[in-house]
Every structure is written in structure tokens, then in C-alpha cells.
């Protein structure tokens, strides 16, 4: 299959081309040429597969013709070998808990994915030498693109993190791990730790020696996977008895995960419609309203993963629905919650049913309590594990909620990492000296 960017100024690219890049050479993103229908015997099949079979069948859909199919195959399984269960938390509305990866959070699915397929690429030398990968993180990024990637030949990961603004349990799911992957705690803000990456990306003398890329959302190895749970989801909302008048929402940052739900509905998936749930960085939700796109400033709300001024995956929707703001509208609605909303909105569901939402996935939930229609059944992406945000849970329950062994595991690991400062001739002579 063929990868289009989305600004359409640049030839189209091989999958092996699009991982490798990660974003194409006149700035846009990639897309699939083909956005594949599932067959109705798919769908017919849908709630006896496992979310094995079903990952598998929706990833041949995708990289079926780049891959050989026991390849294909032991990439899909080996990624999902974890568990994501469908809770019902209140009536009508159900959580897709994505947290139960090595991570905790959604974020493993397209990490370990893209980890798998770029050292398959690395294997049959349709990559020439090793691959760079860039990962600047607020937090959860840098952790699922580490573990992802930890032991994977041929591929070294430089995570670039800001000094004292990540926590301690998010420091050392990535700075703890060794072998492959370094760790550069740089002397500024996320926004600096973005910037060095992306002058790394634009820097002509650099890319030619050296094998970048990156590993979040805008690559595709990332962000197609994550269509497999949407489709996972449905299955078991099937299987509880509920067929029809679906709606999704997704809490929403860069508009990677969103927008492989999209793809899925775009499959034949039966979602009728979704909510992109914001925090108070609502930029696609004002463009819902006014019909135009202002990125802005991000402001730091309690639901920081989603703290994004300028949605990367933004093209991408402008992309599937042609820029049309009426087809985007009738498909996608959107919604804002502050901190405040959020806070009430963990206390108020863990009173009143004792499930426990991290904030991200709460602003997913209060958007389907307020925005489901009577007849519809919603189910929302639980993002992350409350425990990986322990200070702002227990700041808003009054009490320390349990931390799982997984998570606990990290903390026993040695911190090792590499003092940068925010200046990129700093990097720059970093990566030249140390990356092969
Ligand atoms: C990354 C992230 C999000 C936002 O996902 P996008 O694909 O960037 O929209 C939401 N919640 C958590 C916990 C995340 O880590």
C-alpha cells in the first residue's frame, strides 16, 4: 500500500518510507491510499473473535500487502497480549479500559506495534543501518515508546524529557530501562524537548547521517493500531446485547487515537457518531463551532496528556472527510471540561458507583453522561490507570488510591539519565557523537 501526505506535495511513499520518516517531506502526515471496507462476514464474526483474531483482520486491512501474513500475524499477537476489558460503569455507559498494557496506558498498543514492525523493517534491510528514534514526552509517551521499544534491534530510542516537570513514577518507567534506550532530561519545558526534536528532523546534515524518526502519533505504525480496540470494543458491546445507536468518546490531545476510531468507522464500523471530550485545550471544539482552526498556547490543566495547542492529527481529519465541516459535524461532536468539572466528575462516579476514573477517562465518561441521547449506549477510552496520576487523585479523593505491582516494579529500577541543556547545537553534537 501507498502512503499520501496529507498536504500533497511530495510523491507517494512505501510503509517502509512512512515509518521510517514520520512525517513526510512537505510537512504533512501520512494516510493509507486505501481505507479498506470489512467484509460483512467480519462483522457477522465480530463477537466470537479474540482481540487477537480481530487486531490481525484489521491490520491486514492496513500493512496486509507490506507484510507477509505470519509476520503480520506475530507482530498483531505478540502486541495485543494483554487484556483490554469493557466495564460498565453506569447505565448506558461502558469503559474500554486501555490501561492494562506494561505501561498503563493506551499508549502501548501503538508503541509496541510500531517498535515490532520497524525492527521487522530493520530485519529485512528496508532500513540501511540503525534507526534514531525521537521522542520528546510530557510523561506517558516517553514510557510506552521506551518499553515498546526496549530490546529491539537495530533501533535506539532518545527520550527527551523536562527537567522536574514529570513525576517521579513517570522518570522511571523510561529512565530506568537501559540497553537500547537513553534518557535526556533536558534544562526547559516540554515545549523545548518538542522543539529539539523537531530542529533534529529539519536538519539537513544530520539526516544524512543518521536514521531519525518518531514515535508519536504522526507516524502511522502508531497511530493505525490503535483502530484494533475500537473494533474490540464494539465486539464486546455485541456481546452484551447492544447492536445499535453506538456512540464513542474519546478524551482527546493530539487527535491520534480519535481519528483511528474514525478509520474504523470509515471500516464499517457500526459507531454512529463520536465525542472528541477536551479539556480546557478545546481547540477542535471551537473549530466545530466557528469553522476555523486557531492552534494556540497549550494551558496545563489535571488531565495533562491532553494538554495540546496544536492537534498533530488534526490533517488527518481534514484528510478523511475532505475538509468538509458539515461531514466532520455529522460524524464527530465535542465537548469541554475544567479542572474543576473534572475533579466532580472522579468524585461524584467514585461515590456513587466505585469505579475509579483517572482524569483523562473521566472527561470521556462526563461527556457521554451529558451528551447520550435517549436509546444510545455510549463506551469511552479509559486512557491511563488512575494510579500513573497518584498526587492529583489522592488531592481529589482524600485518600491514596492503590498503586499496581506493575507500576510499583518501576520504582525499584536505577535512574539513569543524560543532562542536556535546551540549545540544539547541545543535541545536535549529542546525536552526531553518540548515534551510530
Ligand atoms: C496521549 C494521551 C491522551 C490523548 O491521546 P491523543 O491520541 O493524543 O488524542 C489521552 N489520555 C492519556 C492518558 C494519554 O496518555
Same mark, same amino acid.
Given at each position: 500500500m501507498k502512503y499520501f501526505s496529507t498536504n500533497k506535495n511530495t510523491p507517494d511513499v512505501s510503509l517502509a518510507m512512512a515509518v521510517t520518516k514520520g512525517l513526510a517531506a512537505d510537512n504533512g502526515l501520512f494516510m493509507p491510499e486505501i481505507i479498506e471496507k470489512m467484509p460483512a462476514s467480519f462483522f457477522e464474526a465480530l463477537p466470537h473473535l479474540s482481540l487477537q483474531e480481530i487486531s490481525y483482520r484489521v491490520a491486514d486491512? %492496513?500493512?496486509?500487502?507490506?507484510?507477509?501474513?505470519?509476520?503480520?500475524?506475530?507482530?498483531?499477537?505478540?502486541?495485543m497480549s494483554f487484556y483490554i476489558p469493557l466495564v460498565k460503569v453506569s447505565d448506558d455507559i461502558y469503559s474500554l479500559e486501555l490501561f492494562h498494557g506494561p505501561t498503563?496506558? %493506551?499508549?502501548?498498543?501503538?508503541?509496541?506495534?510500531?517498535?515490532?514492525?520497524l525492527g521487522y523493517f530493520n530485519q529485512q534491510h528496508k532500513v540501511e543501518g540503525n534507526v534514531n528514534v525521537l521522542v520528546a514526552t510530557s510523561g506517558d509517551t516517553g514510557s510506552a515508546v521506551a518499553n515498546g521499544f526496549l530490546g529491539v534491534e537495530g533501533i535506539d530510542v532518545y527520550v527527551l524529557y523536562p527537567k522536574g516537570l514529570v513525576s517521579e513514577i513517570q522518570e522511571k518507567q523510561f529512565t530506568t530501562l537501559g540497553q537500547n534506550i537513553t534518557a535526556?532530561?533536558?534544562?526547559?519545558?516540554?515545549?523545548?524537548?518538542q522543539a529539539l526534536v523537531k530542529s533534529a528532523f529539519l536538519d539537513v546534515p544530520l539526516n544524512e547521517k543518521l536514521i531519525l524518526t518518531s514515535a508519536n502519533s504522526i507516524n502511522v505504525a502508531r497511530f493505525l493500531p490503535q483502530a484494533f480496540y475500537y473494533f474490540w470494543g464494539v465486539a464486546q458491546l455485541i456481546k452484551a446485547g447492544v447492536t445499535d445507536q453506538l456512540v464513542c468518546a474519546v478524551p482527546s490531545g493530539n487527535f491520534g487515537n480519535i481519528t483511528a476510531g474514525l478509520f474504523g468507522k470509515r471500516m464499517g464500523l457500526p459507531i454512529d457518531r463520536?465525542?472528541?471530550?477536551? *479539556?480546557?485545550?478545546?481547540?477542535?471544539?471551537?473549530?466545530?463551532?466557528?469553522?476555523?482552526?486557531?492552534?494556540?498556547?497549550?494551558?496545563?490543566?489535571?488531565? *495533562?496528556?491532553?494538554?495540546?495547542?496544536?492537534? !498533530?492529527?488534526?490533517?488527518?481529519?481534514? !484528510?478523511?472527510y475532505n475538509s468538509q465541516l458539515s461531514a466532520i459535524k455529522a460524524d464527530i461532536?465535542?465537548?469541554?471540561?475544567?479542572?474543576?468539572?473534572?475533579? *466532580?466528575?472522579?468524585?461524584?462516579?467514585?461515590?456513587?458507583?466505585?469505579?475509579?476514573?483517572?482524569?483523562?477517562?473521566?472527561?470521556?465518561?462526563?461527556?457521554?453522561?451529558?451528551?447520550?441521547?435517549?436509546? /444510545?449506549?455510549?463506551?469511552?477510552?479509559?486512557?491511563?490507570?488512575?494510579?500513573?496520576?497518584?498526587?492529583?487523585?489522592?488531592?481529589?479523593?482524600? %485518600? /491514596?488510591?492503590?498503586?499496581?505491582?506493575?507500576?510499583?516494579?518501576?520504582?525499584?529500577?536505577?535512574?539513569?539519565?543524560?543532562?542536556?541543556?535546551?540549545?540544539?547545537?547541545?543535541?545536535?553534537?549529542?546525536?552526531?557523537?553518540?548515534?551510530?
Open positions: 486491512a %492496513f500493512f496486509g500487502t507490506d507484510v507477509p501474513a505470519e509476520k503480520l500475524k506475530e507482530i498483531v499477537y505478540d502486541t498503563l496506558a %493506551f499508549k502501548d498498543v501503538g508503541a509496541r506495534f510500531m517498535a515490532r514492525l535526556l532530561e533536558i534544562d526547559g519545558t516540554f515545549d523545548d524537548c463520536f465525542i472528541a471530550a477536551n *479539556n480546557r485545550n478545546d481547540i477542535f471544539l471551537e473549530y466545530l463551532n466557528t469553522g476555523e482552526y486557531r492552534p494556540r498556547a497549550s494551558v496545563a490543566t489535571i488531565a *495533562n496528556a491532553m494538554d495540546v495547542g496544536a492537534p !498533530s492529527n488534526f490533517a488527518r481529519v481534514l !484528510s478523511l461532536s465535542g465537548t469541554m471540561y475544567t479542572d474543576e468539572q473534572i475533579k *466532580n466528575t472522579i468524585r461524584q462516579t467514585y461515590q456513587s458507583t466505585g469505579y475509579l476514573l483517572d482524569p483523562h477517562g473521566a472527561i470521556g465518561y462526563q461527556a457521554l453522561l451529558d451528551g447520550l441521547q435517549p436509546g /444510545e449506549t455510549g463506551f469511552f477510552i479509559e486512557t491511563a490507570h488512575p494510579a500513573k496520576f497518584l498526587d492529583t487523585m489522592t488531592d481529589i479523593l482524600g %485518600f /491514596e488510591i492503590e498503586v499496581p505491582a506493575k507500576l510499583q516494579e518501576f520504582m525499584k529500577g536505577e535512574r539513569k539519565t543524560m543532562a542536556l541543556g535546551a540549545d540544539f547545537e547541545s543535541f545536535r553534537q549529542f546525536l552526531l557523537e553518540k548515534a551510530v
